[in-house]
């Protein structure tokens, strides 16, 4: 190499660093932001995060800079969290700072900061206080859903009976059962299993969420300033949310047809009864976008997140079967095989409540939560973290604290057991999140969870295809959430 060569090398080598240093101070916005990877111009940290395997990268730069540290996707600043200390001491701590949402880029185009889930402000708390008054007012967390779920598992049984014992696939058995306990809150009624538009509607949730969470996915949330303006994979999600929304607009307009201001008859009713009396106000955040974005986010929560997790459970006790035998004589002991399972024998049951903890710790369904953002400048461990900042609490590193589980990384019910066999509450067990945004729906999942499992496991054994040592409970997409594998059992009569 020449020297004139050499020079110039050193000259775009020095003011790279420059550069780099500059965007660095520049994104900081001024802020004594946590520790952590320098990033690139432009791209970020994307020598230090695999696009496909997001969580992962991210574990390792905790391995490195600790529970709270920076890192640049393209040229967004994102603080990470880890651990439950950390986790709690901004999400419950300091709750009010860390309540601020944040909307993946893969979900943007959908929502744009409407409905319940991905709103800010005053149209989050106006949204939010009004869907959990409408979920209570219809019985969530109350003898009225659950007579609704016991009906249904009732109907989810009788689906099994039809397989006579030969393998099948659960996916969409689950995910029709579940979704019709949120559909007769928010349509007023259930459907049939073999409706046609249910089961394309049900086929576009289990993609949504796949695709949510794969490679192109985590790529496209990254990397969005540019994707964004370039068509592929990465455009699908929304293809499949706006037939979704289309489908809830649709409904909408019918329940318009045949509103009763005074009876309402479910959600979608209840939020035209509120957009009516608030016409006049030029405030009001009860308009035709947020009731459709709300609608969708209701719906698409209360169905995919207890699936997957019910997905998840009967793999894990196959794979498992001396846990899957301690269930079954807990279910006979207690209630025995005529007994329609309820909620209140949950208190008797310490040993199946501590597998249905196990259960959603282990799958880990949500691991990087969904995006949180600080409402104002905030001081946190001695940094300054400017309002608007993206924050990332890592619940797959609460779930898996080896500080408050005793068998952080392996299927073990004891985690939820003290040493006389009863159940022991954790507060280091999150799978809804924690603070202010708390999965609104949460009393009604912990019911469904409860009342599926039981009421399945009293009338059948699980049998795998393949021996339980070669399950395989590894995730097929990880990355917005841990997609359950694909498998196949039977279903045998007890």
Same mark, same amino acid.
């Given at each position: ?6 020079? /110039? ?63 640049? &996707? ?29 909307? *993946? ?14 709103? *800010? ?49 659960? /996916? ?9 306990? $949120? ?7 259930? &459907? ?29 949330? $990254? ?25 809830? =607009? ?8 045949? #509103? ?12 035209? $009864? ?7 106000? !030029? ?17 698409? =929560? ?13 793999? #894990? ?32 049951? !310490? ?13 880990? #369904? ?76 949460? =009393? ?6 409860? #009342? ?43």
């Amino acid at each position: 190499m020449d020297v004139s060569s050499a020079i /110039t090398l050193f000259l775009v080598t020095y003011f790279c660093f420059l550069v780099a240093v500059s965007f660095k101070k520049k994104l900081s916005h001024g802020g004594k932001m946590p520790p952590g990877p320098t990033p690139l111009p432009l791209i970020g940290n994307f020598l230090q995060i695999k696009a496909s395997e997001t969580t992962k990268s991210l574990l390792k730069l905790r391995d490195k800079y600790g529970p709270v540290f920076t890192v640049y &996707f393209g040229r967004r600043p994102i603080v990470v969290l880890c651990g439950h200390d950390a986790v709690k001491e901004a999400l419950i701590d300091k709750a009010e700072e860390f309540s601020g949402r944040k909307t *993946n880029p893969t979900l943007e185009r959908t929502f744009k900061g409407y409905g319940v889930v991905f709103s *800010n402000g005053e149209r989050w708390k106006q949204l939010r206080r009004f869907s959990l008054t409408v979920l209570r007012n219809f019985g969530m967390g109350k003898k009225g859903i659950e007579e609704r779920i016991q009906e249904e598992a009732q109907f989810l049984l009788e689906e099994f009976r039809k397989t006579q014992g030969k393998p099948f696939d659960p /996916t969409y058995f689950f995910s029709r059962a579940v979704s019709n306990v $949120i559909c007769s809150i928010v349509f007023g009624d259930r &459907f049939d299993y073999e409706d046609k538009e249910f089961r394309a509607l049900m086929e576009m949730l289990n993609n949504s969420f796949q695709k949510m969470s794969d490679a192109w996915a985590q790529f496209y949330d $990254i990397y969005a300033d540019f994707l964004k303006y370039f068509p592929g994979p990465h455009t699908q999600v929304y293809d499949i949310l706006e037939d979704m929304r289309v489908f809830v =607009a649709k409904r909408a307009k019918q329940n318009q047809k045949t #509103l009763d201001l005074n009876c309402p008859r479910d959600f979608i009713d209840c939020f035209l $009864i509120q957009m009516e009396k608030e016409k006049d106000n !030029p405030a009001s955040e009860f308009n035709v976008k947020n009731l459709e974005l709300t609608t969708l986010n209701l719906f698409f =929560a209360g169905t995919e997140t207890v699936s997957s997790t019910l997905r998840y459970g009967f793999l #894990l006790l196959m794979k498992y079967p001396e846990v899957q035998a301690k269930v079954h004589e807990e279910i006979d002991r207690v209630i025995g095989r005529s007994r329609v399972p309820n909620i209140e024998y949950r208190s008797q049951m !310490p040993y199946m409540d501590a597998v249905i903890h196990e259960v959603q710790r282990f799958s880990d #369904l949500i691991p990087m939560d969904v995006a949180h953002m600080v409402t104002r400048d905030t001081e946190f461990r001695g940094y300054l973290i400017p309002q608007g900042t993206e924050i990332y609490p890592m619940l797959t590193t609460v779930l898996h604290d080896p500080t408050k589980f005793k068998s952080p990384n392996s299927f073990n019910p004891e985690n939820f057991l003290d040493e006389n066999g009863r159940f022991k509450k954790n507060d280091a067990f999150m799978p809804f999140s924690s603070g202010k945004r708390i999965c609104l729906g949460e =009393a009604l999942a912990r019911m469904e969870l409860f #009342l599926f499992f039981t009421t399945i496991l009293q009338s059948f054994r699980l049998k795998p295809l393949v021996d339980p040592k070669d399950i395989d409970a590894t995730p097929q997409e990880s990355g917005f959430a841990n997609i359950p594998p694909s498998y196949q059992f039977c279903i045998i009569p007890r």
